[in-house]
């Protein structure tokens, strides 16, 4: 079976690797490479964790791909995985995200437990703990370094025969059920089955499939100093991963000192569309200004010390925080792949056996995954709710 996957993000990356090692004849296509500066999947790091509140299935497709990262990293020359742990730090008075995420961590064999906020104080003193009203510590977790992870993927891809493939792919969407409409360069693809796996370009790939169920926001990712002495605290050996459960947006979460970069930290808002094309990727002053004032109050070691790197990104988002996984409606041979939502990077290794089942032995996508819920359901998602609204105002 020849199959081609559009886009070497870390969905399309892992896909290809785990149908080529299966035994199909794969073509990865992509405009600019796996890991790149401008892709959804590039960029220093992700955090990849298990607790998913009510949504188990993200939660298993996590504890899949975590034996993948282990390996991957071990056979890589450079580090791609720290497991650091993550801290959760409850400051709403809605704690329901976290405790129905306990039942399917203690199912998948790990956990997460509740650490006392006074134990908490000594254990990480850098923190300030001031409106925090519970604290968790969830085990397995920690850090992947996300364009490595890529790069590595594509080359061990490449390694068993796979092709990587750079150029610009084209898509007529109302071809698509005469086995024509998908080119590269301007020369059609030939292959029995196609997986578009864009990201941000998704919507410009395949317009029509993500009309009205998908848009694209703007995110700034941060890289503070950290103190010159005294500073193993903001380490990874000492600092978890951590995130900020608050009641108003942004939600504030960060990783510890990595990569000599610094102490990460970003915001989960997608309320600013962006163009993945055509938006400058330059930070705005006022959300430098507010990141500063959250920052320094949370970590007050940090105060005054300045940003070394900065980052503006773009989470490609469906209308409900949730993965699309469908195939086409004008031909079953395209599996769309969408969605991803800022929190799909950690599950790739999960998603590409998925597709794999897929696409050669023909199983069917979980419908929690379908397009059709979008359209259909209108209940709200855990995630964030707010944005439904802001998308049915604004056209993105």
Known sequence: MKIAVIGSGIWGACSAYFLKKSGADVDLYDMWGPGNSRSGSGGASRIIRLAYGKDKIYSELTNKSFKFWEELSKKSERKLYFENGMLWLVTQNDNSYIKNSIPAINSLGNEIIEMPVNIAKKKYPILNFDGVNEVYLEKKAGILLASRCCKKIVKEFQKIGGSLIIGEVNVEENKLNKGNGITINNKKIKADKYIIACGPWNQKIVPDFFNKISYVSRQEVYFFSIPN???????????????????????????????????????????????????????????????????????????????????????????????????????????????????????????????????????????????????????????????????????I
């Open 229 to 395: 002495n005294n500073n193993d605290n903001y380490k990874i050996k000492n600092m978890p991963c951590w995130m900020d459960l608050n009641e108003n947006t942004p939600t504030y979460y960060g990783m510890p000192f990595h990569l000599n970069k610094g102490f990460k930290i970003a915001y989960d808002e997608r309320s600013t569309p962006f163009d993945p094309d055509k938006s400058d990727r330059v930070p705005s002053p006022k959300l430098i200004e507010r990141t500063k004032k959250y920052i320094y109050k949370r970590f007050p070691g940090l105060k005054n010390l300045p940003i070394t790197e900065s980052k503006v990104c773009q989470y490609e988002n469906s209308i409900d925080g949730n993965f699309i996984i469908e195939k086409h409606n004008l031909s079953s041979d395209v599996l769309i792949m969408g969605g991803s939502s800022g929190h799909g990077f950690k599950m790739g290794p999960g998603i590409g056996e998925l597709v794999k089942d897929i696409i050669l032995k023909n199983k069917k996508p979980p419908p929690f995954f379908s397009k059709s819920r979008l359209i259909n359901n209108k209940n709200l998602s855990q995630y964030y709710n707010s944005q439904i609204k802001y998308k049915s105002e604004k056209k």
